[in-house]
């Protein structure tokens, strides 16, 4: 069993920044994917970024050089640091664990980028 319960959501201004913590419990392996989606009002869920070790990590074009995802493996937790963010980043964030098959969601965070 797996739980994920993310944390740090919530609003910012443009161009602020934001950190996005995930806690795993559960039965949880370091060689399976853990990462962050996100959706907004009306749209698709999206890929934000994804890991399995800190060599080997996958963003979205649109958040390229701005967030930056990492991984403890011994506190089994997920972060995605977001920088310079825009109104477009505005949407549910979800943590997932075994990203690209039969993944297992968090609850989601709201982060409202707004002025």
């Known amino acids: 069993q797996v739980q994920l319960v993310e944390s740090g959501g919530g609003l910012v201004q443009p161009g602020g920044s934001m950190r996005l913590s995930c806690a795993a419990s559960g039965s949880i392996f370091s060689f399976i994917s853990m990462g962050w989606y996100r959706q907004a009002p009306g749209k698709q869920r999206e890929l934000v970024a994804t890991i399995w070790s800190s060599t080997s990590t996958n963003y979205t074009d649109s958040v390229k050089g701005r967030f930056t995802i990492s991984r403890d493996n011994a506190r089994n937790t997920v972060n995605l640091q977001m920088n310079s963010l825009k109104p477009e980043d505005t949407a549910v964030y979800y943590c997932?664990?075994?990203?690209?098959?039969?993944?297992?969601w968090g609850q989601g965070t709201q982060v409202t980028v707004s002025s």
């Open positions: 997932c664990y075994r990203c690209s098959n039969l993944p297992y």
